[in-house]
């Protein structure tokens, strides 16, 4: 029989899909987007919002502290940010020109499995108590 910590592990997944959507994202912003452009600012507010907004998402296991939460992905967010500065710069010289495309492919392919997974969470059928 399965009780409520099994149910917990087995259908959250820890935030590990707001991460992945996370991380390609800034990937993706370090990679082709100019920062001072239109575009940087409404990719930069998009960051900025799946940084912070997923920590309210509903979840069945405890919160870390949201400041502890908020420097993980700020740190993961940066590190993605520099990693895509550096795949622009080398796309087309040391890599191949179709690496530069890969963020956004990524990008794509983790923001689907992170809608399933939340359309999930939304539309499971619950036992009553």
């Known amino acids: 029989m399965m009780n409520k910590e099994n149910r917990a592990s ?3 997944f820890g935030g590990m899909d707001t991460t992945l959507v996370l991380f390609f994202l800034a990937l993706e912003y370090g990679r082709g987007t100019d920062v001072l452009s239109i575009e940087g600012a409404v990719t930069g ?3 900025v919002m799946v940084i912070v907004l997923p920590y309210f998402l509903p979840s069945l296991s405890d919160k870390p502290s949201f400041s502890s939460w908020l ?3 700020t ?3 940066s590190a993605a940010f520099v990693l895509g500065l550096g795949v622009g710069a080398m796309s087309g010289t040391t890599l191949p020109a ?3 495309s890969l963020p956004m492919t990524f990008l794509i392919l983790a923001s689907v499995f992170s809608c399933f997974i939340q359309f999930y969470s939304v539309l499971k059928l619950r ?3």
Do not use: D, K, S, W
């Open 10 to 12: 087995l259908v959250e």
């Open 45 to 47: 507010i998009t960051l």
């Open 71 to 73: 420097l993980g992905r």
């Open 75 to 77: 740190v993961l967010a």
């Open 98 to 100: 179709g690496v530069g």
């Open 127 to 129: 036992q009553a108590n």
